[in-house]
């Protein structure tokens, strides 16, 4: 098939067009590189079946020739991006997925949303299931990306109810592995960074608070998996292992046997206190589950940095 990734110059971005690529299918990537990086994809520049457009979805999309199928993955992705991005995040979700659904349309395309785990905001429900609606504040600081990527979805259903359009959601819990910016503000790039150099760990909060974490390699292959399937979501691509913050940064502080210790600062506005996917959906209509354990992901992660 011909597939644009928009957003391919990130993080997940990237890896995904690897994937595509090795599929077999020819691969045009997207991004206006505010957050992605050509980096990202330097290794495919005059790869057969590769091309790279640098353009702004919030903007009128030209692509020449047929397309088969669309990923929408542009976006600030990071809480220090969409806090400093915050208008861009929100044009993102909302013209840049209208715009997206729209060349879907066009070109009879099938569309994947790169929805977020964040939709479920500070959830009240634990683990989260597809069915919760969550608790979301819409005027916060975290709003800007929660609502953006709230709205997203429901234009997405919009499209596949009034144009038949073949679209589906995909909610993504947290992702980590190589080719995350080591100043994005999440936590693994943060604490990994922090222990190479040696440096106390910053924990937010009192390290109670539970994040779930996913190999980039499970998230691409659950993303494919849903562009195949004949199912529209939403569903959560996300590892259900969970644990607390505190227990993470021992894990990494073992991890790459530093010196340094931990240091807590005051919880972020809005920050989630809990969050862990529920993966039944996943594996009923998808057959997936994350197959790369937190020990063997981190250790590849954990190289990456090291190397830069």
């Known amino acids: 098939m011909r597939i644009l990734v928009t957003g391919g110059a990130g993080f997940i971005g990237s890896h995904l ?69 915050p208008i861009q995040t929100l044009k ?16 009879g395309a099938g569309f994947v949303l790169a929805s977020t785990s964040e939709v479920y905001g500070d959830p009240l429900v634990h683990p989260q299931p597809e069915d919760y609606w969550g608790n979301v504040n819409p005027v916060g600081p975290r709003g800007v990306y929660d609502e953006a990527k709230r709205f997203a979805e429901a234009i997405t259903f919009a499209y596949r109810r009034y144009h038949d359009l073949n679209t589906k959601v995909a909610r993504i819990f947290n992702t980590y592995g190589p080719r995350m910016r080591a100043d994005d503000g999440r936590v693994v790039p943060s604490f990994i960074t922090q222990a190479l150099a040696g440096k106390d760990l910053t924990i937010y909060g009192d390290g109670s608070q539970t994040r779930s974490f996913c190999y980039v390699s499970d998230t691409v292959d659950g993303l494919v998996r849903l562009m195949g399937s004949g199912f529209a979501g939403p569903v959560n691509i996300g590892n259900p292992d969970e644990m607390t913050i505190e227990q993470f940064a021992d894990f990494v502080l073992n991890a790459v046997d530093s010196p340094g210790s931990k240091v807590h600062l005051d919880l972020p506005k809005d920050d989630p206190k809990v969050r862990r996917p529920n993966i039944s959906l996943a594996r009923e209509k998808l057959g997936w589950e994350p197959l790369v354990s937190l020990e063997e992901g981190m250790g590849v992660t954990i190289d990456y940095f090291r190397d830069r």
């Open 17 to 85: 067009c690897d994937r595509l690529l090795a599929d077999g299918h020819e691969v045009l990537a997207m991004d206006n590189l505010l957050t992605g990086s050509t980096d990202n994809i330097a290794h495919l520049s005059g790869e057969r079946g590769f091309s790279f457009i640098h353009h702004d979805v919030t903007n009128y999309i030209f692509v020449q020739g047929e397309l088969d199928f669309i990923f929408h993955l542009a976006s600030p992705a990071s809480p220090a991006d969409y806090l400093a991005y």
């Open 92 to 107: 993102v979700g909302s013209l840049g997925t209208h715009k997206t659904l729209g060349l879907a349309l066009a070109k």
